[in-house]
Structures are given as structure tokens and as C-alpha cells.
């Protein structure tokens, strides 16, 4: 969730139980999907959308066994497969937050229905098209431990737009096509990618916490629970305790 570091995201979704890791996993496998089809490839190194949803799967720990199976089925799928559509979603949450969200469907009304439903039932509401989505910019973003000026210096000859540093490593954001640039530079140069994948990240913060926090997460929650939604991104600046 955008907003919330990225390092937060990863460790709950690492954290997840079965039953929503299961789920995520078959979020990433529709994606996955959906990328052959729409590519017209299953191979990654000349389908970029197929790249990026690997890469997010990857981050994801969703196993290689997984990815591979999911791919050679889109790649052998005739006529009568699911034809899923990219579509985004845009509303406002607890604490005058912005929301946008990425879903994959096949059925346009029930996906609509499904997400105003949650906006209305968890304290938020469903705004029309591009009432946030001006608020977030697509990025790619990589995780890795090293704090060092050396693996800092990696990024910054590779294209990193901008780098922010916390206890655990440091985050590097950098545009849409320059992520595996950056990625494969640092990989080289003998450092750990935590996570590398597109984005989309704010261009602007709302500090939330108290109980809009613990509602902000919990509505948050509820969409990315639903089959269709693929991201959850808000402009959120959490505290690192708000979902305790």
C-alpha cells in the first residue's frame, strides 16, 4: 500500500496465513495470465507486462513451479478462456485519503458493484474517474538491505530518481523502464534485491492514525480481498504501528 512503506507491505503480505496467501497467489496467477494473453507472448523478455507481473509475483514469494505452469496454460488457452480487463478504480478513505486501485475482470458491473459496496460498508466512498488518480505516478520501486554509499552509487548511475533510507535498507524508486536497469546493476554488483516491481506511488502524503488509521487499513483490507482487485494504493502516511 503506497503510503505505507514498502517494506511494511511486504512483511504482511509474507505474514499473511494461508488462506490470503493462497489468495494472493491466485491474484498474481490471473496477472500473470493476463499478461500472456494480452502481450501476445509468454516469453517475458519481449512481453514487458508479462516481466512486470513476474517480477511481482516473485516479490511476492508466489514459487517458480507456479509462474511457469500459470504461463504455459495462457500460452496453450484457446477460445472460451476468461478474457480479463485491466480496469482502475479511484475513491477516498478515513482521513481524507486517496485511494486507487488496479483490478482484472471479466465482468465490469460486478467488479464496480463489489468495490462501492466495500467503500460503503468500511467508511469510504467510490469517486469518479480521475478524482485521485492525479495524486499517484507510476513508479518502479526495488528493496534492498544495503544502506552503503556504494550500492547507493549502483542506483544512481543506473537511473534511480530518488533513494530514502530506513533501518532495514534502502527503498529506490525509479521510472517505469529503468527498474531492471537499476535491478541488474545492483544484482551485478554483488547486491540482494529484496523486491523489485512497478508501482504506483503519491505525490503527496496524508498523515492518518488513531482509529482513521485502523480503519483506513481495514477498508484497505476488504478491497484487496475481493477476486477482482489486483493493488490497493493510497496516499496514506501510516505509523508504524497501525495495524497492531
Do not use: C
Not at 513451479?65 to 475513491?91: C, L, M, P, S
Request: glycine content about 10%; aromatic content about 6%.
Amino acid at each position: 500500500m503506497a503510503g505505507h512503506s514498502k517494506w511494511s507491505q511486504i512483511k504482511r503480505k509474507k505474514g499473511a496465513n494461508d488462506k490470503k496467501r493462497s489468495a494472493i497467489y491466485s491474484k498474481h496467477i490471473r496477472a500473470i495470465q493476463a499478461a500472456v494473453r494480452s502481450g501476445g507472448s509468454g516469453d517475458p523478455a519481449g512481453n514487458l507486462s508479462l516481466k512486470n507481473a513476474i517480477a511481482a509475483a516473485k516479490a511476492d514469494t508466489v514459487p517458480v513451479d507456479n509462474i511457469e505452469n500459470a504461463i504455459k496454460r495462457a500460452v496453450g488457452a484457446g477460445e472460451g478462456a476468461a478474457e480479463y480487463k485491466e480496469q482502475t478504480y479511484e475513491g477516498y478513505g478515513p482521513g481524507g485519503t486517496a485511494i486507487f486501485i488496479e483490478a482484472l475482470t471479466d465482468n465490469v458491473n460486478r467488479t464496480v458493484a463489489d468495490i462501492r459496496a466495500v467503500f460503503n460498508k468500511r467508511g469510504g466512498s467510490m469517486g469518479n474517474s480521475g478524482s485521485v488518480a492525479w495524486q499517484f505516478e507510476k513508479k518502479g520501486v526495488l528493496l534492498i538491505r544495503d544502506t552503503s554509499e556504494a550500492a547507493q552509487e549502483v542506483a544512481i548511475e543506473h537511473g534511480a530518481e530518488d533513494i530514502q533510507e530506513s533501518e532495514e535498507g534502502l527503498e529506490i524508486s525509479t521510472g517505469p523502464a529503468d527498474l531492471y536497469a537499476v535491478q541488474d546493476a545492483l544484482v551485478a554488483a554483488g547486491y540482494a534485491v529484496e523486491s523489485a516491481q512497478i508501482t504506483m506511488l503519491p505525490s503527496n502524503t496524508v498523515a492518518v492514525a488513531g482509529d482513521d488509521a485502523r480503519k483506513l487499513l481495514t477498508l484497505v483490507e476488504y478491497l484487496e480481498e475481493l477476486d477482482d482487485v489486483q493493488n490497493v494504493y493510497t496516499n496514506a502516511d501510516l505509523p508504524d504501528d497501525a495495524d497492531e
